[in-house]
């Protein structure tokens, strides 16, 4: 990973309100616009009750025009064809307040690129060849193009940086006011068209044509109008059109029924039967529970480049994970001091502290670090002591300091060993076991001489992250296996995956390996998740059924991934993952809910409509209704009213639990199977008091 991350992602949580006041207006304009029948076609259950609505319309209208028995059921009808399209128009109204999340990011993201300009220099043109650029609009720009990118101006396109280096501010991309840096070569070259240099300038070759940026792709994604339909989504919009196909022919089928008990059954009750009977509150809330799930990884920066990357997420059951950054924080720290017999730990700190003065890498400043916070050493330089600095260097693999003649020294076992013996020292024979020790638990050992004596050796090791343990333990609970990918050695990657709690690791791994191993998972069936930012892993990620691609990324990481990470943050996964696990919570809690609200409605409305000729279905009024008309009338305004009480849910998702599939459908069972049964009963009956009180009944 070309960037550490220091924190472990919580799970999705809501980022500021469910619900969106401002967007509520637009959301009930947008609303109407909506019932257009092509459009209203997709969702089948919602067109077969706007279907109904129309007829109800058309009743009411022979009604009004009517006299007699006909005009006596204006009301009736009037009341019927209001909670009719009441019902379509607020299952438009609930997928337009989660499109309404989509297109304000949407809109966000349009910003970053409005009426950019750039400097196209010649064919192959360089940082010298400044003076020849050309100024252009963006859309002009082609892959292939070279751009000239000087501090203050904003990346017009898509690009690698092919010279020079650059700190970056990516905010209106990301949200992140952090700069980063951006260079030619290497992991660190992918440049995102609509953010800002800040500092020194860059060569950056445009790698995608006008309208295929990823600040296009982006846009188009996160507009809920352009979101696709999943596969599972699709497959439970086949379910519910098997379901009102059923009832539609059930409910034709009752009219002659109806006939022959001598029941008086008129078309608006049979159309209210229907739409009571099918589930139109999971197909009202079908859309908005989809296009929110996109919208909650957005609110985490990520962005899915595909509705069914999300759903793929849900499912995934194997997690491959890199070490650093990942699972470990990436630079190795100190852990422990060992001393050689004889030796003080305290002596063997101060000399460790001393020989890492002068080392600036992480390892070195993380001794001096671990030092002084273990026995509260006091601060000191190179200069307060009067020595002489040491460097650390890969040739020599050594660092140090010499104080009035009195060399230390710490580094590699093998070269600290050639050393003192040159100074004429002894190693003591307790070295090499610990140094053997050490590396056989995954560290890195360092020694650390006083002149010709071996004081002791540095534990040096990956330290694996705070709760990572806990998270994996969470995902094992919901049936999700966890794979560690190092390019460690196999007793270094054991020890690391021991202490972190993995299921399984890959040591040494290469892209041939990752990519075999996720060929091997899939072949058995294992729907695979990974993270990556390298060009080498571009190869695993096209293969992985869930590929998050770090935004810092390789172009060519970022065009294999089906999601773009905009934090780079590699721990992210593990949310991505939550999030689709939530969003298939939520689909999967609201269809139990349904399901089970259609059942308590059978009991309002079909002993309503059969009581008076068949005076024994009295005995299923459970509810002690005041009319047939007013347990149909307070059925349907029920059937309506519930589609806005969960839209919250809809749009938060249902509480993320980490539970196994046995122990979320029980759940699931009791809250929502129970919920669902019950809410109608109550609803029912106290709308139906409300229309007695108010002289409709």
Known sequence: MSEDNQTIDAPDKPRGPVLDTRAVPSALVAALGMLDPRRMINNPVMFVTEIGAVLTTLYLIVALLGSGAAAGSAGYFAALTIALWGTVYLANVAEALAEARGKAQAASLRGARRNLTARRLPA????????????????ELRKGDRILVEAGETIAADGDVVEGIASVDESA?????????????????????????????????????????FLDRMIGMVEGANRQKTPNEIALTIVLAGFTLMFLMVCIGLYPLAGYFDAVIDVPTLVALLVCLIPTTIGALLAAIGIAGMARLGARNVVAMSGRAVEAAGDADILLLDKTGTITFGNRQADAFVAMPGVVERDLAEAAELASLADETPEGRSIVSFARQRYGLEE???????????????????????????????????????????QGGQVPGALDRTVRRVSEAGGTPL??????????????????????KERFAELRRMGVKTVMITG?????????AAEAGVDDFLAEATPEAKLELIRDYQAKGHLVAMTGDGTNDAPALAQADVAVAMNTGTQAAKEAGNMVDLDSSPTKLISVVEV????LMTR??????????????????????FVVALPQLGALNVMDLTSPRSAILSAVIFNALVIPALVPIALRGVAYRAVSADELLSRNLLIYGLGGLVAPFVGIKLIDVVLTMAGLA
């Not at 609509?194 to 950056?204: H, Q």
């Open 124 to 139: 192959d043109g360089r940082l010298c060849d400044a003076g020849l650029a050309e100024q252009v609009a963006a859309p």
């Open 488 to 496: 460690d050695n196999a007793t270094t990657a054991a020890a690391i």
């Open 173 to 213: 991309i990301t949200g992140e006011s952090a700069p980063v840096i951006r260079e030619s070569g290497g992991d660190r070259s992918a440049v995102t068209g609509g953010t800002r240099v800040l500092s020194d300038a860059i060569v950056v070759e445009v790698t995608t044509e006008p309208g295929q940026s």
């Open 380 to 422: 000191r330089t190179i200069e307060s002591i009067g020595g002489r600095a040491i460097a650390f260097s890969a040739a020599t693999r050594m660092s140090g300091v010499d104080l009035d003649g009195r060399p230390i020294r710490k580094g590699a076992a093998s070269q600290i060993t050639a050393w003192v013996n040159n």
């Open 447 to 468: 020694v650390v001489a006083d002149h010709e004596r071996v004081l002791g050796v540095i534990h040096l090791k990956d330290i694996v992250k705070p709760q990572i």
């Open 588 to 609: 999967g809690s609201l269809t139990t809910f349904s399901v089970a609200n259609d059942v308590a409605k059978y009991f309002a409305i079909l002993p309503a409509i």
């Open 580 to 583: 689709g696990k939530q969003m």
